[in-house]
């Protein structure tokens, strides 16, 4: 006869915590998994943190992704748990786990972007410590497809009203926490900016009806935050791929001013003359001066986001109207100083250039 399982959940076992949480690194995976849901908080951090250790390898993660116990779901599933330690370990194994895109598809697959907001909005809403690695898990399922489509609502069960809510309440704790050092809430800018792939999120972001929240985004350009900055560069680059949205866009010049401020140089760079007529905010950063990034990513979304601009009348226009030009001139100078410049960043420059100078006067004359 079979040996009847037994009853993780700890109703009727006997075994004392001391000895299963010794057993807990040599067990095998399937009885693992049964013991993320045991009644003891112990029991469930001392296992959930053995999850978490084994996902940080590529080869746990497979072994994972090829359990026959539906280990991904289980631990899914878990992000229910209401205890912090356990949490952070069942969190950390699903960040992990999407480092594997099977293993995001099926993460995302099995809601844990829908549950992963719902915690964080309930924990920003009352006031209660954020769950640590909730914003990382967030970007990392919102980078496959299955990810942005469920979290945006895209799946036909009515739900993309609820996860509408729960962006838009992100949104605003995510401006409300720029003011605190090192909060969690700063990875929320590469969340927007995976959402913002997608027409839904795009729209969303740029809705005058919602208060266009894209200028919330963008004004992580402005920060002293790497994930504020790639986040806001990449959430405007990919709002300006959709030229419908272009003149929308246009009536929002800190955009463009916001989008260009990582390439603001020295001040002796910058006549009085370029300065005239400039968006206010681009002009006083152009006369105190700065230092161009050097981060390469960065540069080279910026760059992406200005030629997508150049796609439409609108889009050029809102580039000559907040007279980002100067600051290209300097940035192109910048790229062609460096020992081995980089052609594709040389090319991108000198395209916005001809196309937001010279392309609607050519247009213009011919009418």
């Excluded at 605190?180 to 999120?201: H, P, R, T, W, Y």
């Amino acid at each position: 006869m079979a040996a009847a399982a037994p009853d993780v959940r700890g109703e009727g076992v006997e075994e004392d915590e001391a000895v299963i949480l010794s057993k807990l690194e040599t067990m095998a995976l399937d009885d693992l998994l049964l013991f993320i849901d045991h009644k003891s908080r112990l029991v469930r951090i001392g296992a959930s943190s053995v999850l978490a250790g084994l996902s940080a390898s590529r080869s746990g993660r497979q072994a994972l992704i090829d359990c026959k116990a539906d280990a991904i779901e289980k631990i899914v599933n878990r992000i229910n748990d209401d205890h912090d330690a356990a949490l952070t370990a069942i969190l950390a194994s699903l960040v992990n786990l999407c480092e594997e895109e099977e293993a995001a598809v099926r993460v995302a697959k099995a809601g844990a972007g829908e549950k992963t907001m719902k915690k964080i909005v309930s924990a920003l809403e009352v006031g209660t410590r954020l769950p640590d690695g909730a914003p990382k898990l967030l970007v990392n399922i919102s980078r496959v497809f299955e990810g942005r489509k469920r979290m945006l609502g895209y799946v036909s069960d009515g739900s993309s009203e609820e996860r509408k809510k729960e962006i838009l309440q992100l949104l605003h704790h995510f401006e409300e926490s720029r003011k605190q050092k090192d909060n969690d809430l700063s990875f929320l800018a590469l969340f927007f900016e995976n959402i913002s792939q997608e027409v839904m999120g795009a729209n969303l972001l740029c809705d005058e009806n919602e208060g266009f929240k894209l200028g919330i985004v963008a004004k992580g350009l402005a920060e002293d935050n790497k994930e504020r900055q790639l986040g806001a560069a990449g959430t405007v680059k990919n709002c300006a791929f959709f030229t419908e949205l272009h003149r929308g866009i246009a009536e929002h010049a800190e955009v463009a001013a916001l989008l260009v401020l990582p390439l603001v140089g020295e001040s002796s760079s910058f006549e009085d003359d370029d300065m005239n007529g400039m968006y206010a905010g681009l002009a006083s950063k152009c006369r105190i001066g700065g230092k161009i990034s050097d981060d390469k990513e960065l540069r080279r979304m910026i760059y992406e986001g200005l030629l997508l601009f150049c796609r439409s009348k609108d889009g050029r226009e809102f580039l000559r109207k907040t007279k980002v030009y100067p600051v290209i001139r300097e940035v192109h100078k910048f790229e062609e100083a460096f020992e081995i410049p980089d052609e594709d960043h040389i090319e991108m420059i000198e395209r916005i250039v001809e196309q937001t100078m010279l392309l609607d006067e050519v247009e213009d004359a011919v009418d």
